[in-house]
């Protein structure tokens, strides 16, 4: 089972204007745990695409709302290669069934991204309903 | 994020400094779109060069400018893509769907399709 040693919590709501300085905080710990830059910016990709998501679809775009982020160090199954775990959690509306199945890329339309890029940037992706919250969980281990 | 747009003959340029996320996203889509759409602008050149970040509400708006310059037969045209950028591109499999190239000099003398 991997060891997690919480690095930083944040409590934040959910205004877009919010984005820029979680994208500010989480390549600087993803460098400190030994990602490169390309990795740092495919993690700061995707949790700027989680956020987005709650913002748009969680919280139906309404401002104000309560979102909470814990960027963990995991160790994985190899001791040398450690991982970032991040856990998104908010109190918005389930996510419509279908809707977590994302779109495939290369077509020209002007949704349904955000999905594809978080799978494209992270190992895990895993979306749980718990009670009334919904819970992403997000892990990368460096390579 | 700021933008800025040059008035050039039959040629707007934007000129777009910042990130673009969903917090400004929507401008960077009014401008292209008033400009394509509403003042029939033949050609619309994006100056990316100060743009360090664009996620997928950015790429959107681009996509949305994409199609309008298409259903126009209008020119839309992207310039001085950071490593983030084209890299994001890349992963939407959009990239060749664009007309990109490296500065303004090229974009603007680039040959019509």
């Not at chain 1, 500010?24 to 710990?29: F, L, S, T």
């Not at chain 1, 700061?44 to 989680?50: C, F, G, P, Q, S």
């Not at chain 2, 990316?48 to 950015?58: A, E, N, P, T």
């Not at chain 2, 500065?103 to 019509?112: F, I, Y």
């Given at each position: ?10 409590q ?18 993803a ?12 993690i ?7 956020i ?71 190992d ?20 | 994020?700021?933008?800025t747009?040059?008035?050039l003959?039959n ?5 777009v ?85 490296e ?10 399709a």
């Open positions: 089972m991997a060891r997690r040693q919480l690095l930083l919590r944040l934040l709501h959910s205004n877009p204007e919010v984005l820029c300085g979680v994208r500010g905080a989480v390549a600087p710990i460098g400190a745990i030994g990602f490169g830059e390309e990795d740092c910016r495919a700061t990709l995707a949790l700027d695409e989680a987005t998501n709650v913002i748009r679809h969680a919280y139906g775009g309404k401002v104000g709302r309560e979102i909470e982020i814990r960027f963990s160090k995991v160790n994985g199954v190899n001791a040398d290669k450690p991982g970032l775990e991040i856990l998104l959690t908010d109190r918005g509306a389930e996510p419509k069934p279908g809707a977590l199945k994302g779109l495939p890329p290369g077509e020209l339309r002007s949704g349904g991204l955000g999905l594809h890029f978080m799978r494209q940037s992270m895990t992706v895993v979306h749980k309903r718990v009670g009334s919250t919904n819970r992403l969980r997000m892990v990368k281990f460096i390579r | 994020m700021q933008i747009a040059r008035r003959e040629i707007t340029i934007f000129d400094t910042g990130d673009i996320d969903l917090a400004n996203s929507p401008a960077v889509r009014k401008a292209l779109l008033t400009e394509l759409r509403e003042k029939k602008i033949p050609r619309v050149i994006m100056n990316l060069q100060g743009v360090k970040y664009i996620d997928s509400s950015g790429i959107a708006s681009l996509v949305e400018g994409l199609k309008a310059s298409r259903d126009l037969q209008a020119r839309f045209i992207l310039f001085g893509l950071s490593k983030s950028a084209r890299e994001v591109l890349q992963l939407s499999r959009l990239l060749k769907l664009f007309e990109i190239y500065n303004e000099e090229q974009a603007l003398a680039g040959e019509s």
